[in-house]
């Protein structure tokens, strides 16, 4: 059996890293994984971005914001119902529990791209950086990815 170094092993998974296949790990404790981007068709000025952030410590954590290079503003976002319909809204932060999971899903808290400098196209990839409440900065890369709007299967025409 082959043994490789530490170097090593980390150059093998840089390319993990920039297609977002590979957990991203913040502090030690704020475990970012499966991040990706919905694509746009063109002209389409906002996007959203979703992932799951894994809190393995024993104290609360909060996301507290995000840039990417690719939108002119970067915000996080729920959406809530309000006179019967769904609509967004910022959020000024988004609690990580303690020992928990929170999932940034379509229909649900996300980070939104406002002012999208180029199109999002399947296949391509987005560069973001998300800040923690302590200053941390997490940089990682998102796949961009077609998402079907809600209430669409794959297989409707």
Do not use: C
Not at 28 to 40: F, G, I, K, N
Not at 121 to 138: F, I, K, M, N
């Amino acid at each position: 059996m082959k043994y490789q170094t530490p170097a090593a092993a980390l150059l093998l998974l840089v390319p993990l890293l920039a297609l977002g296949l590979f957990p991203v790990l913040a502090d030690q404790t704020v475990l970012v994984s499966d991040p990706y981007a919905r694509a746009v068709a063109p002209g389409q000025p906002n996007s959203a971005l979703f992932m799951q952030i894994d809190n393995g410590g024993d104290q609360d954590r909060a996301l507290v914001g995000a840039a990417s290079p690719v939108a002119d503003v970067v915000e996080l976002h729920t959406h809530h119902m309000e006179d019967g319909m769904m609509k967004m809204r910022r959020v000024e932060q988004i609690d990580l529990p303690a020992g928990e999971s929170v999932s940034l899903q379509p229909g649900g808290l996300h980070v939104m791209l406002i002012g999208l400098k180029q199109q999002l196209r399947p296949g391509e990839a987005v560069a973001l950086t998300l800040t923690l409440d302590d200053g941390s900065e997490l940089a990682l890369t998102a796949p961009v990815r077609q998402i079907l709007p809600m209430g669409q299967m794959h297989g409707e025409h």
